[in-house]
């Protein structure tokens, strides 16, 4: 049986020829994530900005008629920017409204607000299914946005404190660098193409920091591997031999999380595609910034060979005057 | 390395089969008919019978999902009332009566002035007691300022244990409350200090559960102020002794007020029944209550004494009615009317027999799931599930060969055990954890694709097959090993800090993180092994 190869063997690809541009570029990009997330904002859903989420199905029309709920709910007194969105299926719509702040501390108000709001859509559309609401005060939201970007923050320092144990201190540096500019750009492109920002996303890019690791890691493996083989080749070129010899790994796993991750985009529930659209992007993300930036910050910050030989301790030296002695 | 004797291998399978069949319950439920809820089968009889199956969320299932949070100032004012009757009390009985007068309650602090100064040392002693707790814990501080005046302050451990012990008796109190109402399987989980999550799965309209919780239940009977001016009432001015209370929404006077006898009132904790029903005289829908004995009598003495006066019957600081006591009312039951509807009768009638919650709470998250939209996620997500599993399948086969066909075995089991684990342990499996399974999936899948690359590269460099299935698992551990820890980290922070459908996310990840490296790694190798031994061949197709 002829078995498929994706990569032809004995490839000898110079990644870190480029390694400057790229290396600008991975900067720009993780500047740019952050310019975008500050002037444009993250759109963020209720679970971080606090309000009500009402999805709903017309059962018997063929299409959600989103401009005309806009109109109906912004004639609504108690209603201010509602965010009407098709979600889903092309009948199923999400409207989020936010809470006025006499709301807060009056549980009553947000129970009135949904019933208003479904009563009014009611009128022209007796079809309409409410499926689902979701109501979450500010005091809740705020909480919700800190522990996120705490559990981000906590995740990546650990993981960072992990590496530098189980190698040295610039595969630490260089992985948080890494997953720092994979966080930014995830970020970055929330904020431009405006898609819902949620606690779902939080979990997305949670999984794109674990996957984006398990590349740094398979890489750094094998460079740490190569080091202790090949005491006297030039740190850009071992480098490379690594990336080349993980290559058809790297090639395989992404393809593979990607078959898998492709038929959930497409065909699985609407309230997933945020969550796994996130992680496709950071799929590519996180191979990228494994081979342009957490190797080359190797070679910066000045890896060489004799990093994994044991040093010798006090005892070691003590040994050997003694000897010297004799 | 290559070497599994034979206790090693029943003990791998032993293992990895039993939790394969402890999924089977879960995958087997749903083609099964759901028994028709009938007297027989309640949710006690169904836990006993039903074998561990892995818990939908409500993202899954639907249902309803509230997060209640009480405030702890409530705590502190109630602790600062119940102070000062306890002082009152304390202070008329101490022999001789020691007078005090200028009582007030501001600033988180309860002080009063003593009319002699020679009495201090005295409320002294009679007071100390009082500001200790249970188990010798001190809840007040004592002062004594300008000689005369006393101060008790909570110390922030009284203030504590206080607002521990509300919280306590509020989650008792939910549990009672949901469980009259009738819902099947609530959860019902304090969170945090201040915190309740009420979960109720199927519960499609959560109106009358929020209800049904967001009431005290405080109910008080007080005497009517006859001497009030209804004009003062209206404008908020209460005569000295009295106290004002404005007429409930649905009440038979919206937007009144009723002046009412601040003392000489009973409590509606010494109630030990209360029933919804109409009053054969005039088709009212009313509540039926039953006082114990203590309160009985009290009651009794009450309408005896004061036949022909009106009493205000107060449910949360709101006026229900104000009826008279047209007779003494005695053997201890009794009759509140009201504007009530039946269904709004059962539901008072619900809170009163469940007790008062002891600190009101409010409803600051609320998510609500319809049956259907869960159903057609769950749909949806199974065949993206089956499609992506049968592509990464078909890729690994034609890639690896023999190999290939291991790893797919080893998926399989992978997802039986996580399943597995999750019915033993009784975790929820929620929508973002449908995402921690690809994910999990995609880590056995890397695991395999590491050793099988591996196996490759030892292979072209000229080694024997066994030295290189042998090298090929050691070299690939490591880099597995590392990536799962960091990954596992990652999933532990996420569980930490995470809340809700997230957490969900994390245990899959987490649990997903063990299996895959037992299936991928473990059960592989034990495979390849056993292919190896029986075989023995001279090359190998990957």
Known sequence: MKLLKLVPEDTNIKFLKLRVPFFILSILLTIGGWVAVATMGLNYGVDFAGGQEIRATFTETAEAPVVELRETLTALESVEDPIVQRFGEPNEVSIRVKLPPEAEGNPEFANQMTNQIVEAISVNHPDVRIDGVDSVSGKVSGEFRNDAALALLAAMIMVAIYIWIRFEWQFGVGALFALFHDVSVTLGLFALTQMEFSLQIIAAILAIIGYSLNDTIVVYDRIRENLKKYRKMPLPELLDLSVNETLARTVMTSLTLLVALLPLLFFGPASLFGLVAAITAGLFIGTYSSVYLASPLLIWMGVTSDSFVPQETETDIQEKKVLGKL | ?542
């Not at chain 2, 409803?363 to 049956?371: A, D, K, M, S």
């Not at chain 2, 090298?471 to 800090?497: K, M, P, Q």
């Open chain 2, 1 to 542: 390395m290559l070497d599994f004797p034979l206790w090693k291998k029943f003990s791998l399978w032993g293992l990895t089969l039993a939790l394969a069949a402890a999924a089977l319950p879960s995958l087997v439920a749903p083609f099964m008919e759901e028994p028709a809820p009938t007297e027989a089968t309640t949710p006690q009889a169904q836990e006993e019978s039903s074998l561990p199956q892995v818990n939908l969320g409500l993202d899954l299932a639907g249902g309803s999902h509230l997060l209640l949070e009480a405030k702890p100032e409530d705590v502190k004012r109630q602790k600062l009332e119940n102070m000062e009757e306890a002082v009152k009390q304390a202070l008329e009985n101490a022999t001789p009566e020691i007078e005090f007068g200028d009582t007030s309650r501001s600033e988180g602090q309860l002080s009063f002035i003593l009319d002699s100064a020679t009495d201090i040392d005295r409320a002294r002693g009679v007071l100390e007691p009082l500001m200790m707790g249970e188990g010798l814990v001190r809840e007040w501080d004592l002062t004594v300022v300008d000689g005369q005046r006393m101060v008790l302050t909570p110390t922030d451990r009284g203030i504590d244990v206080a607002v521990n012990t509300a919280m306590e008796g509020a989650v008792e109190v939910v549990r009672r409350r949901i469980d009259l109402l009738g819902t099947r399987e609530p959860t019902i989980i304090r969170q945090g200090d201040t915190r309740i999550v009420v979960q109720v799965p199927g519960l499609q309209d959560p109106q009358a559960l929020k209800d049904q919780l967001g009431q005290t239940a405080q109910l008080e009977f007080k005497l009517v102020d006859q001497q009030a001016l209804p004009t003062n009432t209206q404008a908020g001015v209460a005569n000295p002794g009295s106290q004002i209370f404005p007429y409930a929404e649905d009440s038979d006077f919206p937007g009144g007020f009723e002046a009412v006898k601040r003392l000489g009132g009973i409590r509606g904790d010494s109630l030990i029944n209360a029933r919804a029903g109409v009053d054969s005289r005039n088709n009212e829908n009313v509540v039926n209550i039953q006082f114990d004995q203590q309160g009985g009598q009290k009651f009794a003495q009450l309408s005896t004494e004061n036949v022909g006066e009106r009493f205000a019957i107060i449910l949360d600081g709101k006026v229900i009615s104000a009826p008279v006591f047209n007779e003494p009312i005695l053997g201890g039951s009794a009759q509140i009317s009201g504007n009530f509807t039946a269904e709004s009768a059962n539901q008072l009638a619900i809170s009163l027999q469940s007790g008062a919650l002891p600190v009101p709470l409010a409803v600051i998250e609320e998510r609500t799931v319809g049956p259907d939209l869960g159903a057609e996620s769950i749909r949806s997500g199974l065949v993206a599930m089956i499609i992506g599993s049968l592509a990464v399948i078909t890729l690994m086969i034609a890639t690896y060969g023999r190999f290939g066909i291991y790893a797919t075995i080893a998926l399989v089991f992978n997802v039986l055990m996580l399943l597995g684990l999750m019915a033993i342990g009784n975790f929820t499996l929620t929508l973002p954890g449908i995402a921690g399974f690809v994910l999990t999936v995609g880590a056995a899948v890397d695991a395999n694709v590491l050793i099988n690359e591996r196996i490759r590269e030892e292979r072209k460099r000229g080694r024997k097959v066994v030295t290189a299935v042998e090298n090929g698992y050691n070299e690939a551990s490591r880099a597995i090993y590392d990536a799962n820890v960091t990954n596992f980290i990652a999933g532990v922070l996420l569980f930490w800090f995470g809340s809700g459908p997230i957490r969900g996310f994390a245990v899959v990840l987490v649990i997903g993180l063990v299996t895959s490296v037992f299936t991928a790694v473990t059960l592989t190798k034990m495979w390849v092994a056993g292919y190896l031994s029986s075989k023995r061949p001279k090359d190998l197709t990957i």
